[in-house]
C-alpha cells in the first residue's frame, strides 16, 4: 500500500509562487511515473505536469508552461510542482498520483492518489 501526502497549497495573490509537495510513503515510488493534477470548482479533473521514475523526462500543460515545474527526489520519496507567476485561473484542489505500472512513460493509468491540497490565487 502506498499514501500519498500534498502539502504546500496556500491563499496567494496573482504573480506569487507557491512549492506544492507529494511524500509518498509505504512503498518506494522511485521505479513510478507521477503526475500532478487539479480539480476546479464546477470542473472535471485535469491533468498538470508529470514526469518519469528518473526525473529526466517531464510534460506539462500547455496553460503551465513557462510558469510550472515539476522535479522529483527519489531519496525522499517526494515529488514538487513548483508554481511561479500564479493566475486566479489556476485556484484548484492539487492532487499528485502514481503510474499504476513501473517504468511506465508515458503514463497510461494512475492507481494512487493524495487527498489534494487546496491552491487559491486571488486577484
Known amino acids: 500500500q502506498v499514501q500519498l501526502v500534498e502539502s504546500g497549497g496556500g491563499l496567494v495573490q496573482a504573480g506569487e509562487s507557491l512549492r506544492l509537495s507529494c511524500v509518498a510513503s509505504?512503498?518506494?515510488?522511485?521505479?513510478?511515473?507521477m503526475g500532478w493534477f487539479r480539480e476546479a470548482p464546477g470542473k472535471q479533473r485535469e491533468p498538470v505536469a508529470a514526469i518519469n521514475w528518473s526525473g529526466r523526462t517531464t510534460s506539462l500543460t500547455d496553460s503551465v508552461k513557462g510558469r510550472f515545474t515539476i522535479s522529483r527526489d527519489n531519496a525522499k520519496n517526494t515529488v514538487y510542482l513548483i508554481m511561479n507567476s500564479l493566475k486566479p485561473e489556476d485556484t484548484a484542489v492539487y492532487y499528485c498520483a502514481r503510474a499504476k505500472r513501473s517504468y511506465n512513460w508515458p503514463i497510461d493509468d494512475y492507481d494512487y492518489w493524495g487527498q489534494g491540497t487546496q491552491v487559491t490565487v486571488s486577484s
Open positions: 509505504g512503498r518506494t515510488v522511485s521505479p513510478y511515473s
